[in-house]
């Protein structure tokens, strides 16, 4: 049926969010790391990177896609999909406290280049980008529940 793939659609986007929401929290989390597993240095921050599946085809290809239901052959929903998780460029962070382990010859320690605002106004956005795949969710259901009850 056709709803399937606007719910094709907006599950891309609960799952680029709810992916996004987990890179926050593990920017957070490691905010205060300054040594990493493999011994490169402080924690950097990482970002999600999005890429928009457009779903568009020629007018042939849709009107079969319409008559039968189904997505053709090597076609793909639009949406969207998570292409990359990148670590932020920008520079580290440097602090003045000769008496931590991971301090240099000069007394500093480099910390993280996560900015607890960035993460804050990304994980509201997220949020908000999340609830909004929902209501939409939501209101599909609704719209099928009704067009179901007019055949009664």
């Known amino acids: 049926m056709a709803f ?4 094709n659609i907006v599950a891309s986007g609960l799952t680029a969010q709810q992916l996004r929401l987990d890179v926050v929290g593990e920017n957070v989390t490691n905010s205060t790391t300054t040594r990493v ?6 924690y950097r921050r990482k970002m999600v990177v999005f890429e928009a599946r457009t779903g568009r085809d020629g007018f042939r290809r849709a009107m079969a896609r319409a008559s039968t239901g189904m997505v ?5 929903a639009g949406g969207v999909q ?3 998780i990148v670590e932020d460029p920008s520079p580290m962070k440097l602090v003045y ?8 010859e000069d007394g500093y320690v480099e910390m993280p280049n996560v900015d607890m605002v960035k993460e804050i106004a990304d994980a509201m956005a ?3 980008a999340y609830a909004a795949n929902v209501t939409m969710l939501n209101t599909m259901k609704t719209v099928v ?5 007019i055949g009664r």
């Open 4 to 7: 399937l793939s606007s719910m």
């Open 37 to 42: 597993e493999n011994g490169e240095g402080a």
């Open 72 to 76: 053709p052959d090597g076609q793909v």
């Open 82 to 84: 998570v292409t990359q």
């Open 97 to 104: 406290d000769p008496t931590h382990p991971d301090a240099n």
């Open 126 to 128: 997220a949020s908000q």
């Open 145 to 149: 529940t009704d067009g179901l009850q």
